[in-house]
C-alpha cells in the first residue's frame, strides 16, 4: 500500500524538472527592451503620419494594380496580397499594442501606490501637527502673559500701598515742573 503511494502523482508537490529539456530564451534577448519596441511601435502608430504613409502606400498599390501596365499587375483587383500584408501587420500590431497598454497598466499602478503611500503619510504628518497645534494652545492657555502679569503686579502693589507698606506713589499724570511734590 505505501508502495503504491510513492508511485502516485503529488498535486501538492512540485515535479522535478531535470528530467525535462527547457528551451531556453536566446541570451541576448530582453523584456524590457522588447517593452520598450512595443511602446514605440504603439505610439508611432497611433500618429498622423503613420496614417498618412499607409494612406500613401494603399494608394500607390491599389493605382499600380489597377491602371499600371502588365508588368505592375501583381495583384488584381480583389487586393488579395495587400489583404495578407494588412491581416499579418494587424495580427502582430494588435498583441503589441495590448503589451504597450499592459505596460503603462503597470506604471500607472505604482504610480498609484506611490501617491497612495505619500498621501497616507502626508495625512499622518498632518494629523500629527494639528495634535502638536492643539496642545500647544492648550499649553498657553496655562502660561502667563505680559498683560496678565502686569495686572497682578499692579493689583500688588495698589494693595501694598493700601495697607500702608509702600509710599504712595506719585502720580505721573499730575507732575510739577518745580520739582516738588504737592502737599
Given at each position: 500500500m505505501a508502495d503504491r503511494r510513492a508511485r502516485t502523482v503529488r498535486v501538492d508537490q512540485p515535479v522535478e524538472t531535470s528530467r525535462r529539456t527547457r528551451i531556453s530564451r536566446p541570451a541576448n534577448f530582453s523584456e524590457e527592451g522588447f517593452g520598450i519596441l512595443a511602446e514605440k511601435f504603439a505610439r508611432f502608430m497611433g500618429t498622423a503620419?503613420?496614417?498618412?504613409?499607409?494612406?500613401?502606400?494603399?494608394i500607390v498599390w491599389v493605382l499600380l494594380?489597377?491602371?499600371g501596365m502588365k508588368r505592375f499587375h501583381w495583384d488584381p483587383?480583389?487586393?488579395?496580397?495587400?489583404?495578407?500584408?494588412?491581416?499579418?501587420?494587424?495580427?502582430?500590431?494588435?498583441?503589441?499594442?495590448?503589451?504597450?497598454?499592459?505596460?503603462q497598466d503597470d506604471r500607472d499602478r505604482v504610480g498609484l501606490e506611490q501617491d497612495r503611500t505619500r498621501d497616507e503619510r502626508n495625512l499622518a504628518d498632518t494629523e500629527f501637527l494639528t495634535r502638536e497645534v492643539a496642545a500647544l494652545r492648550i499649553a498657553l492657555r496655562d502660561t502667563a502673559t505680559r498683560d496678565f502679569i502686569r495686572g497682578e503686579l499692579r493689583?500688588?502693589?495698589?494693595?501694598?500701598?493700601?495697607?500702608?507698606v509702600l509710599a504712595a506713589r506719585p502720580d505721573p499724570d499730575a507732575g510739577s515742573e518745580g520739582g516738588?511734590?504737592?502737599t
Amino acid at each position: 500500500m505505501a508502495d503504491r503511494r510513492a508511485r502516485t502523482v503529488r498535486v501538492d508537490q512540485p515535479v522535478e524538472t531535470s528530467r525535462r529539456t527547457r528551451i531556453s530564451r536566446p541570451a541576448n534577448f530582453s523584456e524590457e527592451g522588447f517593452g520598450i519596441l512595443a511602446e514605440k511601435f504603439a505610439r508611432f502608430m497611433g500618429t498622423a503620419k503613420f496614417l498618412v504613409y499607409m494612406t500613401i502606400f494603399i494608394i500607390v498599390w491599389v493605382l499600380l494594380n489597377v491602371l499600371g501596365m502588365k508588368r505592375f499587375h501583381w495583384d488584381p483587383y480583389p487586393f488579395i496580397l495587400l489583404n495578407l500584408f494588412f491581416s499579418t501587420q494587424a495580427s502582430y500590431a494588435a498583441p503589441l499594442i495590448l503589451l504597450a497598454q499592459n505596460r503603462q497598466d503597470d506604471r500607472d499602478r505604482v504610480g498609484l501606490e506611490q501617491d497612495r503611500t505619500r498621501d497616507e503619510r502626508n495625512l499622518a504628518d498632518t494629523e500629527f501637527l494639528t495634535r502638536e497645534v492643539a496642545a500647544l494652545r492648550i499649553a498657553l492657555r496655562d502660561t502667563a502673559t505680559r498683560d496678565f502679569i502686569r495686572g497682578e503686579l499692579r493689583e500688588l502693589l495698589e494693595e501694598l500701598e493700601e495697607r500702608g507698606v509702600l509710599a504712595a506713589r506719585p502720580d505721573p499724570d499730575a507732575g510739577s515742573e518745580g520739582g516738588a511734590a504737592p502737599t
